[in-house]
T-cell receptor, first 118, second 112 residues
């Protein structure tokens, strides 16, 4: 079945550091990938939609200069948290569904990245 | 805008049946998904409904009524491993592209 790989799975770094998270679709092409953030005991909040070859679409309240998204190929999207601060500590998850198939295809999720900013 | 409501917590007994309800309001409805999420892990897909009615997959069934903006997930023959959060998610087309909007999730605790 469709597999989405996310890397790294865990990051601990100092305040002010920029952190890059990768999301890869391993056995399918994805024109669109999605980035979510999840705080403890809360649900997934959509941050942005990553579009291959064009600018990402950000949800209301998400700073695009803070969370840089690049979708350079049909199998890779990256999220960079710039100048991370403790309040950015969270569980970041990406998802994707195969391009060109019907809308009943579910989004497949990566295993998530737990980001801790000291 | 979008609004998705589901109960925060539920408890049930091993071997029993539990129904988790979800109500939603969205202007661009294009399907409803149920996901299971264990603590610290990514969500896994359970079921999908886009037309009214019941979809059955083994011990899990999901129902949709588009006119009522209502869905439920039914879990039968509960097992301890079913203790998890269950997320109702609506696929929304109102922004011009498909995106999944998640409810807050229902934490289900299965006890012996």
């Amino acid at each position: 079945g469709a597999v989405v790989s996310q890397h790294p799975s865990w990051v601990i770094c100092k305040s002010g550091t920029s952190v890059k998270i990768e999301c890869r679709s391993l056995d399918f092409q994805a024109t669109t990938m999605f980035w979510y953030r999840q705080f403890p005991k809360q649900s997934l909040m959509l941050m942005a939609t990553s579009n291959e070859g064009s600018k990402a679409t950000y949800e209301q309240g998400v700073e695009k200069d803070k969370f840089l998204i690049n979708h350079a190929s049909l199998t890779l999207s990256t999220l960079t948290v710039t100048s991370a601060h403790p309040e950015d500590s969270s569980f970041y998850i990406c998802s994707a569904s195969p391009t060109g198939v019907g809308s009943n295809q579910p989004q497949h999720f990566g295993d998530g990245t737990r980001l801790s900013i000291l | 805008g979008q609004n998705i409501d589901q109960p925060t917590e539920m408890t049930a007994t091993e071997g029993a049946i539990v129904q988790i309800n979800c109500t939603y309001q969205t202007s661009g409805f294009n399907g409803l998904f149920w996901y299971q999420q264990h603590a610290g892990e990514a969500p896994t897909f359970l079921s999908y409904n886009v037309l009214d009615g019941l979809e059955e997959k083994g011990r899990f069934s999901s129902f949709l009524s588009r006119s009522k903006g209502y869905s439920y997930l039914l879990l039968k023959e509960l097992q301890m491993k079913d203790s998890a959060s269950y997320l109702c998610a609506v696929r929304d087309l109102s922004g011009g592209y498909n995106k999944l909007i998640f409810g807050a999730g229902t934490r289900l605790a299965v006890h012996p």
